[in-house]
């Protein structure tokens, strides 16, 4: 997830690319980089790691009337000035937001046709690519160059030889048009460019725009026009910055439609019922000999741990145990050669995993993280790394980068499993196609969330909540109590639902609602007994179920929450958006600070 910026016209290019990247900040902030073309017609590239302050220290005083720039959130290779974009080849320059999931096929081949690469992105094959097609028509060098691309992107292109014309492409990432007076602008989001102009276009996916000061024109992949809609932008800058929500929450659950589909991307491999990891370098052999899995983690990433030990179980069969960071190294593990340690970690900063992670390695083990941010201290400490590309997160409350966490824990359980010959090729299948269909099931959560308010505007008066599960669903259950703690300041626990009787019951009564997360499966009457159980006690529920399930579960509950169809083992990822839903419209109604919860940070640096 990058912020790409692009503007010609008459006015100052330098100053309007660097304002504009400021606003893009939220996006990336691991490397900046902008190219211009000069008024000698030369192209001029100023790129560096780390903020765009830095860009900016580097840049002289230049005229221009037409320039690209980007900031980065890395995704292939390190935070470093060599993978800043822009990248570029000849005449070519180019900035890229997605994933070029067949980069290395494409890659190779460029290499034997004596093409160099400077970089470990994935973007400069795209560079490299225009280049070779290019003859004397950019547009029509871009076109045919995607034409050999797989995965996602939004690109602007400039070359020294079209100084008066930029040209820009989308699929499955964001891209718009800004249109001012003698002036254009492209941009990966609405806030970019708002001090500029409030008349949008929407690029929608394959399509391709070439931008000239006076002009915009719009075309399919085939070359044939395409007609758009202008629209007028109402918002002022601070919303923009949200992209029109009112907190960077809302924003962020509303990206998981995204974020899981960035964690996927290019690692599914359907034919062969298997999943790739580029990054992690074990072979079959080294994954048979793991006799067990630790996985250490705080917060939110341990309630996905707990989710990965019903999956490394149930799928891998690999004896798989979860502590929390700041306990595992005062507890005198037992662990041995034999055990992989696994961290997972939002920042890659958190100080009590990172503890915990130097402890096991004095053991022995092998260490694998899981972390959104490449370049964090937890990839350099240790032995590989699984990055979930779920892009920034403001809010303090972890939503994208928690469903991003559990989708790399199915993939590398089905991975474990497939290696251990503990599932066969049609299972494997089976799961990485439904997988592949939980962007578009989160989509039809987000569409009904006006129903999830309904439910939160209920019971926002309840000063407990519980939350229950059983099996795969009990993760759930004590994500959504943290969830509603952390930002309601409500008091919630979560339980595994069949505890009910050894103690909690005591605790319900009428003044306090039980959300059950209760999908079909194997698990279902169970968690319908204890539905009974606290009806019994006249404790209002909130039952979360498949749709298939809706009219059936309306006999016990006093809400119900549906969500779509999936397969057993995969359903968390749904029920998660619920309850983080439930959460933040709870916080809502109450008017708490739901971005900035009291007494609490994003990244936990201290022990």
Known sequence: MCGIIGYIG??????ILLESLRKLEYRGYDSAGIAIIDDEGKARIFKIEG????????????SSRVGIGHTRWA???RPTTENAHPHCSGNICVVHNGIIENYQELKD???SEGFVFISDTDTEVLAHLINKYYTDDLRLAVGTALGHVRGSYAIGVLSNEHPDELIAARKDSPLIIGLGKDENFIASDIPAILKYTNRIIYIDNLELISVKQGSVRIFNMEGNPVEKEEHIIEWDLEAAEKAGYPHFMLKEIHEQTRSIHETMAGRLHELEGDVNFEELELNRNEIMQFQRI????CGTSYNAGLLGKYLFEGLAGIHTDVDTGSEFRYSSPVLAPSTLVIAITQSGETADTLAAIREAESYGCMTLAITNVIGSTISRDTSHTIYTRAGPEIGVAATKSFTSQLVVLYLLAIHFARARSRMDVDRARMLLSELRKIPGHVSRILEDAGTIHECASMFVKAKNYFFI???INYPVALEG???LK?????????YAAGELKHGPLALISKDVPVVAIAPQGHTYDKILSNIKEVTARDASVIAIVDCDDYCEIEKFADFVIPIPKTDEMLTPLLSSVAVQLLAYYTALELKCSIDKPRNLAKSVTVE
């Open 10 to 15: 008459d006015g100052d290019t330098v100053k």
């Open 294 to 297: 630790e996985i250490i983690a």
């Open 486 to 494: 952390e930002i309601s300041y409500i008091h919630a626990e979560g």
């Open 51 to 62: 903020e765009i302050s830095k860009l900016e220290s580097i840049i002289p005083g230049i």
């Open 469 to 471: 599960g059983r099996n």
């Open 481 to 483: 109590a943290l969830k």
């Open 109 to 111: 081949k460029l290499i």
């Open 75 to 77: 995704t292939h290779g």
